[in-house]
């Protein structure tokens, strides 16, 4: 799998769009883009994924950039809930033995 | 409502008392996995089950077992626990159809062997 690279921690304003950013420039092509976050010693979250488009769910946005070495998750309108550390994963979809691997990813810290 | 939930989430034991953690998911999931977290090692996967009576190892498995005995349930058998596995676990579980990368976890169970 993948390396992802993120920084180590954002700031974004309560009610501002946090873009969350992942390098991965040693991505394959059957490689998807996963991202999770987990709130304070909770269970990781899912939250969206792509291939190379562009995704959006109910709770963020995916952007991954055309030659597909990075990605920038977006929360449109961050509130304190939002605050939390997020994982950006590459990995493929399917197969034998694939598994999500956590690295350090970013801790968001929304202010009020 | 689609859940995974994971009994006890709080558990205090002392070394070599055999102890099971219990995972259950209501998703008629195919897939199910087990984690531990630990402050500077991050999220790491103990086993994982692609389906009914089939396990797997994953990154740290060394005094663990699991069972798979029917699709909703993925117990954590720690046989003869010890300080070391003092940790965050969570069980983890995901549709065969959309791959391993879409889990559901649970609400994780805090242990402490003593």
């Known amino acids: 799998d993948a390396k992802t690279t993120q920084p180590t921690s954002m700031d974004c304003a309560e009610g501002r769009a946090a873009n969350l950013p992942c390098n991965h420039s040693t991505i394959s092509g059957n490689e998807y883009v996963y991202w999770y976050r987990q709130i304070h010693s909770q269970g990781p979250q899912y939250i969206i994924h792509g291939l190379k488009n562009n995704e959006t769910n109910e709770m963020a946005s995916l952007i991954i950039t055309e030659d597909r070495k990075s990605s920038t998750l977006i929360l449109p309108h961050a509130t304190l809930r939002d605050t939390a550390v997020y994982y950006c994963?590459?990995?493929?979809?399917?197969?034998?033995?694939?598994?999500?691997?956590f690295g350090k990813g970013t801790k968001l810290t929304v202010n009020p | 409502e689609a859940q995974v939930t994971q009994n006890p989430r709080y558990l205090i034991t002392v070394t070599g008392k055999k102890l099971t953690v219990t995972c259950s998911q209501n998703?008629?999931?195919?897939?199910m996995s087990w984690y531990r977290q630990d402050p500077g090692l991050g999220l790491r996967q103990i086993y994982y089950s692609m389906n009914v009576e089939v396990t797997d190892k994953g990154d740290v498995p060394e005094g663990y077992k699991v069972s798979r005995k029917e699709k909703r349930n993925f117990p954590l058998i720690l046989e003869s626990p010890s300080p070391n596995q003092t940790s965050l676990y969570f069980c983890?579980?995901?549709?065969?159809?959309?791959?391993?990368?879409?889990?559901?976890f649970g609400p994780g169970t805090r242990l402490t062997v003593t």
């Open positions: 994963i590459v990995m493929r979809r399917r197969g034998g033995s694939e598994k999500l691997v």
């Open positions: 983890a579980s995901s549709s065969g159809g959309q791959g391993p990368g879409e889990q559901y």
């Open positions: 998703m008629n999931h195919e897939y």
